[in-house]
């Protein structure tokens, strides 16, 4: 907020769906609560931050069973129309920020994760979370690359000689499985989106800062950030 003098932070959320809207309300305040208690356990010196975490929630109609696609045109337009009021009074950039690059899209099973996280599986509660999706605008073909070796690359338990084979032989079966590229959605093919739990929303904006941070927290779905399950 120094660098860019821009004194608010906090995601654009997007409601994407209207069946229920009990479920809707519980969602959002959780994601409030949260956010607020983080902030808290920065201790006395940092929790004047409260005062400047802001919320943009979109609620209309119109979106119901509205598209990824269609949701980040709408953002890319919004953004663009906010950073270019902010340039006509200030010298400073703020198009990196990431409220400008990065928003909450809220759907049907987003919803339902509320409603599942009640139960708990082997001993732990199923995660909350919500869809965040990066901008449409400006996306380097080069780090959607990058994005989807790495969603492909073993974790651990294998040497390099047979983490080599293993990614050529998934690359080659990968392949031969999208060749219609048609039966794969966009989003998820470009690896512009992912499930993160609604506790880390703050943590993570913090570290959507920095360029590399997408490709380097992206968690492919299904897996959730967080909790890198569903």
Not at 158 to 167: A, G, L, N, T
Request: charged share 30%; glycine share 6%.
């Amino acid at each position: 907020m120094k660098l860019s003098s821009f004194l608010k932070f906090g995601f654009v959320i997007y409601r994407c769906t209207y069946s229920d809207d009990a479920a809707w309300t519980q969602l959002l305040s959780l994601i409030k609560r949260e956010a607020q208690e983080d902030i808290k356990e920065l201790g006395p010196g940092r929790n004047w931050l409260g005062a400047h975490l802001e919320w943009t929630v979109v609620e209309d109609p119109t979106l119901d069973g509205a598209t990824q696609e269609e949701v980040k045109r709408r953002f890319d337009g919004w953004a663009d129309g906010v950073v270019e009021e902010y340039g006509r009074t200030s010298t400073d950039n703020v198009r990196g920020l990431p409220q400008f690059n990065f928003c909450v899209f809220v759907d049907e099973k987003c919803l339902a994760s509320l409603e599942k996280s009640k139960a708990v599986v082997d001993g732990r509660k199923p995660p909350v979370f919500v869809v965040l999706m990066r901008a449409k605008r400006g996306v380097p073909v080069w780090v959607l690359d990058a994005q989807a070796a790495a969603s492909r690359r073993p974790r651990s338990g294998v040497d390099s000689e047979d983490e080599e084979e293993e990614i050529f032989e998934n690359e080659e079966e990968e392949e031969e499985e999208i060749e219609d590229e048609d039966d794969i959605p966009l989003a998820a093919h470009e690896a512009t989106w992912m499930y993160v739990e609604t506790q880390h929303l703050l943590s993570l904006y913090n570290s959507l800062h920095t360029d590399s941070s997408w490709e380097h927290f992206y968690v492919r779905p299904p897996g959730v950030y967080g909790r890198n399950e569903v």
